[in-house]
């Protein structure tokens, strides 16, 4: 405006401009004021008088030095010559202003034709062009017009602007019902008044948009059947479900913002309360999948035949993440069983164990078992080990010695088949609290401690019946178990059978990495040159 404003007072108005922005952000009101400042008898500073005649026929709607055109519904050829042949005619004021709408929308030809006139434009003649997307506008007519860009309305300005508008018309609002409109109006001018005027006529804010809290207390509470409901509530009053997955992003996003810039989100007094509580419960990792979620939804909506299942489905899908092959949806089952702990299951008899051999081997002997091995002392001996393996610990019971002991002999076996051959080189430095540090012999060692970190402290926690958090080291004068090469290489599947089955086969090939491991694997008895 300042610029529309110095233009006018100056007398340096060119004959094009080209106003572009989002809808309602005031591209058609401001042509209008041009219009008026253009036209005034009595300008002041640049600015309409608001009093003159030709003011006050601006302002009705009448004056003939104001032509509007709506390029939506009037874009051919034949609409565009019969203003650009008036637009040689003379006019009762000082400037015959045109303002077209819309403007991206005029066929090939009507733009054409309009292009010819801004070439060569009458001296008399200011022609504004409104859109809300310049990008589709021919460039050789935005070459020779002005462009101003129109941005969204702050929260603030808003609410001062429908203040404003309350004590001159004098409408029945309190505060509240304002701070919802400017919220519903997401910036833009037209759209809040139009809410204020839907808010003031209902008197209820439930009447204008939907109640979600059961939507986030289904999520929250991660009950598919509490979310189905509340969403077949919602569509039995009528809502619409492109309109519900708009609304209810729109809260969601609230609350994101609420969690991560709260001086961004608009939300005002109790609405912003509600809001920040879901977003507590919720979680930011879980409110950004919505968001994500949601987002899908709302586009595959614009081509599925029954919009509100595919509403269902992203729902469903939030609530029950195995039902989502995604990898946040994957990061969210793993986060949660890592918080629900090791689950305790009663031992029960191993199976039969099968003995797998290279193709063509000849099976060995079947050997019958010696009688003194199945005797009435096994179930004692299990008991004695389940006994043992779920005594009560707590940190400050426990010492670096016994620690280093349990880790060695209990821990580590416990762990998955490439953590126990890290792990057989790790060596237990010191406990501290809480904290237990372990030193590997080298980087490359370290850093892999990231891959066997869930396993290894579900199985400590198994041993110690505490959490205790690991900080790994390095030693340089560990020495790394190399890797032997056995006379007789046995084939790595039999090692690994044999490893599950908790047989110490001293043959097996042992490696201090995960790369000699394939490699054992790959090329049994194989020898590293370089």
């Known amino acids: ?84 042949a008036g637009a040689w005619h003379g006019t009762p004021g000082s400037w015959k202003v045109y303002i077209v709408d819309e403007v991206h929308q005029l066929s090939k030809a009507a733009s054409a034709a309009l292009l010819k006139t801004l070439e060569e434009p009458p001296q008399h003649v200011v022609f504004v062009l409104a859109t809300t997307e310049p990008h589709k506008v021919m460039p050789t007519i935005r070459s020779r017009t002005q462009h101003l860009e129109f941005r969204l309305i702050g929260g603030e300005t808003l609410s001062s602007l429908l203040h404003d508008v309350r004590g001159a018309a004098g409408l029945v609002a309190d505060d509240e019902l304002i701070d919802a409109a400017v919220r519903l109006g997401r910036g833009s001018a037209r759209d809040a008044l139009s809410a204020l005027d839907q808010l003031i006529a209902t008197g209820s804010l439930s009447e204008t948009q939907p109640e979600f809290d059961g939507l986030f207390h289904a999520l929250v509470n991660l009950d598919a059947v509490e979310a189905l409901r509340s969403l077949a509530v919602l569509t039995r009053e009528g809502w619409d479900a492109e309109q519900l997955a708009e609304s209810f992003a729109g809260e969601v996003r609230q609350v994101f913002l609420l969690q991560v810039a709260p001086e961004v989100a608009d939300a005002v007094d109790a609405d ?21 979620t949601f987002g899908l939804a709302m586009r595959e909506m614009k081509s599925a035949p029954e919009k509100v299942v595919t509403l269902e489905v992203a729902l469903v899908r939030l609530i029950r993440p195995e039902l989502d092959s995604s990898l946040e949806s994957l990061d969210e089952r793993l986060t949660k069983l890592e918080r629900e702990g090791p689950r305790v299951s009663i031992p029960t008899a191993p199976a039969p164990a099968v003995v797998l051999r290279p193709i063509g081997a000849t099976a060995p002997a079947r050997e019958t078992p010696e009688p003194a091995l199945v005797t009435a002392a096994a179930p004692e001996a299990t008991e004695a080990i389940e006994t043992e393996s779920i005594a009560p610990s707590n940190v400050e019971t426990l010492n670096v010695d016994d620690v280093r002991e349990r880790f060695e002999k209990r821990v580590v076996p416990r762990t998955p088949r490439s953590a126990q051959l890290l792990l057989k080189n790790a060596q237990v430095r010191s406990l501290e609290g809480h904290r237990l540090t372990i030193s590997l012999p080298n980087e490359e060692m370290r850093q892999n401690t990231e891959y066997i970190a869930p396993g290894l402290r579900s199985a400590m926690e198994h041993e110690f019946k505490v959490t205790l958090h690991v900080e790994w080291v390095v030693d340089s004068s560990i020495a790394a178990t190399p890797a032997p090469h056995a006379k007789t290489p046995r084939p790595a599947v039999d090692a690994i059978v044999n490893d599950e089955r908790g047989v110490n086969d001293e043959s097996a090939v042992v490696v201090d990495s995960v790369a000699g491991h394939l490699i054992s694997e790959m090329f049994p008895g194989a020898e590293e040159v370089s």
């Open 272 to 292: 912003r309360e509600r809001l920040a509580a879901w977003g507590v419960q919720l979680g930011l990792p879980r409110t950004v999948r919505i968001l994500e």
């Open 1 to 84: 405006m300042r610029a529309l404003q110095g233009a006018v007072k100056n007398d340096r108005v060119v004959h094009a401009y080209l106003f572009s922005g989002p809808r309602g952000t005031g591209k058609t009101t401001t042509a209008r004021i041009l219009a008026k400042a253009l036209n005034c008898e009595h300008p002041a500073e640049g600015d309409a008088c608001d009093e003159c005649a030709s003011c006050v026929a601006i302002t009705k709607g009448s004056s003939l030095d104001v032509i509007e055109l709506d390029a939506a519904s009037n874009n051919g050829v034949d609409d565009i010559r019969e203003i650009t």
